[in-house]
């Protein structure tokens, strides 16, 4: 099974590309065109904008312009490398919440936390979707991963470990969930097909994940839907962040026993 579907990132100079959200950033644009010449009004225009800033802007940050500050070894090795955490944290913060939220915020001269998820309507059925997403979630990588594991981590320090399970497992997660199923997803929601804004996020999300063989490309679609479908109910990303940061918790752990 060496089928991938992910990140495919290319440079020039110090400007850094991430071709598969380039390519999504164009479908986006033509479901637009396509929604606006049926005399529809559509936010996909918008959205497609987003898509095109963070294809470039993350690989240039993660891959060029921090390097001056956080240089990264190679081969990459996470958990000893705190260059590597602390790039990858800064990389997260500027890609998926200060420059989106800042670009919104100029487009539209407000930006609000409820439309992006960061405010609470109901406690009580927020905690109950993320207590039944993480265990969903949870099986389902348990399962995938008692038949294809893989070994991504071959040693670690102890500040290596925690500056990752804060930097990465945790804060890293919130952004990402923050931009994918808050910015993406939740803040379009009532304006445009609920299922569009779905696949539209999950690939989006999907295309920044590095190649994976086949089974771990599944189990993260089945996890970031999962998530998607707990925003929806919910709407608010919190019962996502915990499903994730759950699963990056359970992979960390039988990544160094």
């Not at 921090?66 to 990459?76: G, N, V």
Request: net charge positive; proline share 3%.
């Amino acid at each position: 099974m060496s089928y991938q579907f992910g990140a495919h990132p290319i440079y020039y100079g110090l400007i850094g590309l991430n071709v598969t959200t380039l390519f999504l950033t164009a479908v986006v644009l033509v479901i637009a065109f396509a929604v606006m010449l049926n005399r529809k009004k559509t936010r996909l225009f918008e959205l497609s904008f987003l898509l095109f800033i963070v294809s470039f802007l993350f690989v240039t940050l993660h891959g060029r312009l921090l390097q001056y500050a956080f240089p990264i070894s190679l081969p990459e090795k996470p958990l000893i490398d705190n260059n590597l955490t602390i790039n990858y944290f800064l990389t997260n913060t500027l890609t998926n919440a200060l420059f989106p939220i800042l670009t919104i915020a100029i487009i539209e001269k407000k930006i609000s936390a409820q439309e992006i998820g960061l405010k609470i309507d109901c406690a009580k059925g927020t905690i109950k979707y993320a207590i039944l997403g993480v265990f969903l979630v949870s099986s389902i990588y348990l399962l995938t991963n008692s038949f294809f594991h893989q070994q991504w981590i071959s040693a670690y320090t102890f500040d290596g470990l925690i500056a990752w399970v804060i930097l990465v497992t945790i804060a890293s997660t919130f952004l990402q969930t923050l931009f994918y199923n808050g910015i993406l997803f939740n803040r379009y929601l009532g304006k445009e097909n609920a299922l569009v804004l779905g696949l539209i996020a999950l690939f989006a999300f999907q295309s920044y994940v590095a190649p994976n063989p086949l089974p771990w490309i599944i189990c993260n679609m089945l996890t970031v839907s999962c998530e998607l479908f707990v925003t929806w109910k919910t709407r608010s990303i919190y019962g996502a962040v915990s499903m994730a940061i759950t699963v990056g918790i359970i992979e960390l752990v039988l990544q160094i026993l």
